[in-house]
Structure formats: structure tokens, C-alpha cells
């Protein structure tokens, strides 16, 4: 874990490979729980059994969203800011999905600062590059610009 006393001070780390995350399961469970939260229950992501016969591999997938959505969760283990108010999204710049996270595939993300730059009431604007790696595969799920901004 990389501690960073001061948002100020990610400007000196820009440029910088940050690490990667701890390995998390993409269960089932976990796809449902998004399918409810999202209303998003394409066949493709909760039914297990036509996924068996009709999907490459015959597993379901993870919705491209939730593994998107594990980028805050896993980036909490890569680095934090000792002395912060408050952290906010501010977006995107970029983002690909560039291949399927398959039922019990394990991911980790993997982040570099590319830019942190102030911006009002004493904030930093960071865009880091996530990607999102998939164990045993050589292509990653995702690849985003992520934009937040964090305050003293």
C-alpha cells in the first residue's frame, strides 16, 4: 500500500506505476447482486444454465459495469492520502472493455498516475489509467482514464 501524506503531493508521483490491487473472485453471487442493483439481467450474465450451452466457454460473464465498478473498491489496497477531506469520481476519458470476465474468473486492477493537476478550493484532478487484468490471460478486461479529484 502506498501512502501519500497530502493531495497536493500526488503531483510528484505522475508518471508513476502505482501497483496492482489484491486478487478478487467475480462469483456469481456477485453478478446477480449488479444484475438486481442495475436491472440489467441479460441472459448472458445470470442464467447459468443456457450460458452452458450457448456462450463461448459455457459460462456466464460479469456486466462490463460491474467490473468497472470494482475499480474504487480495488484501488483502495494500491494507494490512499493520509490527509484528505474528501475524494470524488469526476469521470472518464477513456474506456474499453476488451475482454469478458467469465464466472469465478479472478481480477486485480493495476494503476498509473498520469496526471494530478490543482484545481479549485485546493483540490487535485488525477487521471489515472486503470486496467483491470483477468489471471491467466494476457489481454485485461478493461482499460479506463479515470478522473477524480481530492480534497485536503
Given at each position: 500500500m ?6 497536493k ?17 467475480v ?9 438486481d442493483a442495475?436491472g ?24 462490463g ?17 493520509t ?7 469526476y ?30 478550493d485546493?483540490?487535485?484532478?488525477m ?21 477524480s479529484?481530492?480534497?485536503?
Open positions: 502506498r501512502e501519500i501524506e497530502y493531495p503531493d500526488m503531483k510528484n508521483h505522475v508518471g508513476e506505476d502505482f501497483g496492482v490491487s489484491e486478487w478478487v473472485t462469483d456469481q453471487e456477485m453478478i446477480d447482486k449488479f444484475a442495475t440489467d439481467h441479460q441472459w448472458i450474465h445470470v442464467d447459468v444454465e443456457r450460458a452452458k450451452t450457448e456462450m463461448p466457454g459455457g459460462k456466464t460473464i460479469a456486466h459495469f460491474l467490473t468497472l465498478s470494482l475499480v474504487p473498491r480495488l484501488g483502495a489496497n494500491i494507494w490512499s492520502i490527509h484528505r477531506s474528501r475524494g470524488v469520481n469521470g472518464l476519458n477513456k474506456l474499453r472493455f476488451t475482454a469478458p470476465v467469465a464466472v469465478d474468473s479472478r481480477v486485480r486492477l493495476r494503476q498509473n498516475l498520469m496526471a494530478a493537476e490543482d484545481v479549485k485546493d483540490g487535485i484532478r487521471i489515472f489509467e486503470n486496467i483491470i487484468e483477468i489471471e491467466g490471460q494476457e489481454r485485461p478486461a478493461l482499460i479506463a482514464e479515470g478522473l479529484i481530492v480534497y485536503p
